[in-house]
Structures are given as structure tokens and as C-alpha cells.
């Protein structure tokens, strides 16, 4: 096999022409991409400048605008929202603080001892004597059900 090129042309012949097919003079017109750059970086300064009026204009608009809320009641001015309150909203409590108080709470109310119905033999005790007790004698007998049903 062969790599040389074959050429079907004799010496001499002359270059073939195609008298539809026409070759530009230059690949690109630098003059037009040019003024394209030109009127685009002109719109962008535009639009900049608008942006930066419109900015200004609507910020003196809102500052010379501004006014203070409605009061809730003739003469109080509101100092909370009505109830109910979300837990850490100003001016309410910690909502740790909240928790801490409430285990706080929960564990003293589990260690109390006292009286909950004297005449009625119906006390108190703390968790930890009550599971003392439960597991050295055990839950008080439940009696079965009966099963007759009424007709």
C-alpha cells in the first residue's frame, strides 16, 4: 500500500473555480465588535446610574415616611404582643431557665413526703421508697374479674 498522495491533475492545469463561491476579505469586522462593546459598556453605566438614583430616591421615600406604630390602646404604647407568648421572646423568660425551673420542680415533687388525704390513709412518698417497697413485697393482689356477664 501506498501513503503518497495521488493527484488526478496533470502539470500545468490550472487551479479549478467556482465562479458561486466567493472568500471574505477578513474573517471578522473589528470595527463592528468594537462599537457593540461600546454601546454595551454605555447601557451598563445607564442601568448603573438608574439603579443608583432609584436606590436613593426610595431610601429619603422611606426615611421621610417613616412613622411610629399605632398604639394598641388609646395613650399605652404596646410594650408585649398579646398572649400567648413564644418561650425567649423579649422580655419573657429564659427558656432554660424555664426547664431548669421545671426539672427543679419535677424532682422535688418526686422526693416529697406528706399527706395527700389523711382520713383516707393516702400519702406521698418519694420514687425511690416507693420502688423500695414495691420490690421487697411485691403489688397489692387485684381480683380477677369476674366472669359472669349480665343479661
Known sequence: MSTEHHSTSQPGDPEPVNKDVAFETSDID??????YLFYLALAV??????????????????????SLPPPVRHGVAPTMPPEPRLQGMPGTNDPQ????????????ANEKLGWIDKPAGIAQIPVEEAM??????????????TAEKKK
Do not use: Y
Request: a positive charge.
Open 30 to 35: 473589528t470595527r463592528t465588535i468594537l462599537a
Open 45 to 66: 453605566i445607564a442601568a448603573f446610574g438608574a439603579s443608583v438614583f432609584i436606590f436613593r430616591f426610595t431610601t429619603s421615600l422611606a426615611v421621610d415616611s417613616r
Open 97 to 108: 431557665q424555664d426547664m431548669r425551673n421545671m426539672l427543679k420542680e419535677d424532682v422535688g
Open 132 to 145: 423500695k417497697i414495691i420490690a421487697t413485697k411485691g403489688l397489692p393482689a387485684v381480683p380477677a374479674a
